[in-house]
């Protein structure tokens, strides 16, 4: 997967057209709107645009965006009224059609003043936005195919992230890679958040959303795994993600993945769990061609120590030990009393 990030410098170009943070703030300082006021700017706002920068997708859509101005979000908040006071809060739970139309109006890149509020951290505003946007809203998707729950993962925002999937808001929806938001979580190690959207979630409903893959054929235990996020590689096992699935693209398993990026931990605890250590790739490749292929002897000697079978071969009739390449530290792990090379048997051999 492509590793480059973008400098925080790339998305604060002083010649970019911003259409959502100044009229954003305008529309929350309107008292008729809201009753407390917005948080002073401060360093928290740099830190939240180096949290969008290190994304290989620009999350804030709006920033080139010119359809949204003070004026026009001064016309969307019009008569609705947002407050902070439960019973009046509960009073205005029920929206006119109208209203509903108008507070749903987008931007010319997609986002939606819940996508606005959340990509600014504004959690009180989005909780309250929430609170009064009927599901399908909370639903709506950017040009760039995410919900406001895929902003709210990317975000690490797991308050606003309950508070949707108890509204109601699809697990189920994917962005313009193909990723969930649970995908967005697993990717980038945002467990509190992956906890909170599972947490009602049943087994029979769990199964099929950790079975989705990306558009790259990715699940989110590949992803995890890809990641190193050791934690969430746990919490999906004991959510019960199926260890020897494979992604869509090679056949490799996590298994196979982990042994690629020579993470030993995730490795042991891939094969304590139960994960298959003959798992075959497309190619026929086990995870031990993979480990002897990269001349990982201890990989390699963990997977032998886990009952890993030296004789199998893959496509191009290879087995691990053809791949050794005379690496003697890997060459010691083989069995050699019962393995022939080139015809001749190597009991005796000195390596």
């Known amino acids: 997967m492509a590793s480059n990030e973008y400098r925080k410098e790339d998305l604060l170009e002083d010649n970019r057209t911003d259409s959502g943070i100044d009229s954003y703030r305008s529309f929350v300082k309107d008292e008729t709107f809201i009753s407390k006021e917005p948080p002073e700017t401060s360093s928290d706002s740099s830190q939240s645009n180096d949290k969008l920068s290190g994304v290989e997708e620009r999350l804030d859509s709006s920033y080139i965006s010119a359809s949204i101005t003070v004026e026009s979000l001064s016309e969307i908040v019009g008569d609705c009224t ?22 749903t109006t987008i931007t010319e890149d997609g986002d939606t003043i819940l996508h606005l509020a959340i990509i600014h951290e504004d959690e009180f505003i989005a909780h309250q936005l929430i609170r009064i946007f009927p599901k399908d809203v909370l639903d709506i998707q950017n040009n760039l195919y995410q919900t406001p ?72 235990l590949h992803l995890a795994t890809l990641n190193r996020q050791h934690h969430l590689l746990k919490w999906l096992v004991t959510k019960g993600a199926d260890l020897n699935i494979k992604e869509g693209t090679s056949g490799k398993t996590a298994l196979h993945l982990a042994v690629e990026l020579h993470d030993a931990p995730s490795v042991t605890m891939l094969l304590r769990k139960g994960a298959y250590v003959d798992a075959a790739m497309f190619n026929g490749c086990t995870p031990l061609h993979l480990a002897v292929g990269r001349q990982d002897a201890a990989i390699a000697h963990l997977l032998c120590q886990s009952g890993a079978d030296t004789m199998l071969r893959n496509m191009e009739d290879d087995t691990a030990l053809d791949l050794a390449d005379g690496n003697d530290d890997i060459l010691a792990l083989f069995p050699f009393d019962d393995i022939q090379i080139s015809g001749r048997s190597v009991v005796g051999v000195n390596f």
């Open 82 to 103: 947002i407050s902070s006071n439960p019973e009046e809060q509960t009073r205005s739970t029920e929206l006119s059609e109208q209203d509903d139309n108008l507070l």
């Open 149 to 220: 729950l895929h902003l709210a993962t990317y975000l690490n925002l797991p308050h606003v992230v309950k508070d949707l999937v108890d509204k109601g808001a699809s697990l189920e929806l994917q962005d313009q890679d193909g990723n969930t938001a649970l995908h967005v979580a697993c990717q980038h190690g945002q467990t509190d958040c992956a906890t909170e959207m599972t947490r009602e979630v049943s087994p029979s409903k769990m199964a099929p959303l950790l079975e989705t893959q990306n558009w790259r054929g990715l699940t989110c």
